[in-house]
């Protein structure tokens, strides 16, 4: 069974730097990409950062390049996403997703999911 868990969530201040984690397990991981997405109080859930298992390429929305940097750990069949300088616009809701499809850019449109994590709260306030 197909099972993320994201932990690393909290509270930061402007400017500051926190370190998401999304654990997996329960499937073949070189065909999937793994992703992050975030979903704002009132608004649409929005993809962030994807990576292909596999190969290691990534795919960023334009906003977060520069600031976000998602990686994998294939020993510990965990991804990683480090957001840097982050913003109040960053609070949300903080979704990993596994997606069939191994193309980063067609799991961080949202396409192919298979599976979503229950999600990590991120506050970014003074």
């Known amino acids: 069974q197909l099972q993320l868990v994201e932990s690393g969530g909290g509270l930061v201040q402007p400017g500051g730097s926190l370190r998401l984690s999304c654990a997996a397990s329960?499937?073949?991981?070189?065909?999937?990409?793994i992703g992050w997405f975030r979903q704002a109080a009132g608004k649409e859930r929005e993809g962030v950062s994807c990576?292909?298992?596999?190969?290691?390429?990534?795919y960023y929305t334009d906003s977060r390049k520069g600031r976000f940097t998602i990686s994998r750990d294939s020993a510990k069949n965990t991804v990683y996403l480090q957001m840097n300088n982050l913003r109040p616009e960053d609070s949300a809701i903080y979704y990993c997703?596994?997606?069939?499809?191994?193309?980063?850019?067609?799991?961080?449109?949202?396409?192919?999911?298979?599976?979503w994590g229950q999600g990590t709260q991120v506050t970014v306030s003074s």
């Open positions: 990576i292909n298992w596999r190969n290691g390429r990534t």
């Open positions: 329960g499937f073949t991981f070189s065909y999937y990409a």
């Open positions: 997703a596994a997606g069939s499809d191994s193309d980063p850019s067609s799991l961080c449109s949202g396409a192919f999911v298979r599976s």
